[in-house]
């Protein structure tokens, strides 16, 4: 059952210290809780500092939503070029998927574009490992750094020999 947002009439009417849900206690209701004091125009009994918090747990969010598409993808690029035997449609398919991801996140949060080095580092790191892993090789045997530039992640075609 879908709970109804509460509006400036639904505003609790106590403030912060009397009777509203803590932060810790229940994430829900605080949420609920903050966003009628934000309709209700309530500003001075906001939790700010949690709010805060919160809204810097959104931006990492954003960020690592984004490294996980990369990841994905740069990991497919690292089987895809040091196991070429095994290349598949899978492969091909998961790859253009991820690419897609990532190019969709990156036009609906562009302020992440200032972070792709980081993001292409950390992803790669990743990828790496797991690539290591799924092609039962030491990490070693992979490159130690990203081969791979911006342009090439984001357009680097995975035709399928099937598919030719």
Not at 43 to 69: H, K
Not at 129 to 138: C, D, S
Request: overall charge negative; aromatic content about 8%; hydrophobic content about 40%.
């Amino acid at each position: 059952m879908a709970h109804p947002v509460p509006t400036r009439e639904d505003a609790p009417a106590t403030p912060l210290a009397e009777g509203r849900t803590r932060y810790g206690d229940d994430h829900y209701t605080w949420v609920q809780e903050q966003v009628a004091l934000l309709r209700s125009g309530r500003v001075e009994a906001l939790d700010l500092d949690n709010i805060a918090e919160e809204l810097s747990d959104v931006g990492l969010s954003e960020y690592y939503r984004l490294q996980s598409a990369v990841e994905i993808l740069l990991l497919h690029m690292l089987k895809w070029d040091h196991q070429p035997e095994r290349r598949s449609r899978s492969w091909a398919l998961s790859s253009a998927e991820h690419r897609e991801r990532a190019l969709i996140h990156l036009r609906k949060s562009p302020g992440l574009k200032s972070s792709l080095d980081e993001v292409r580092r950390d992803a790669f790191r990743l990828a790496r490992l797991g690539a290591a892993r799924q092609m039962r090789r030491p990490p070693a045997a992979l490159p130690a750094d990203c081969p791979y530039a911006w342009d090439d992640i984001l357009n680097r075609p995975f035709a399928f020999e099937a598919d030719r």
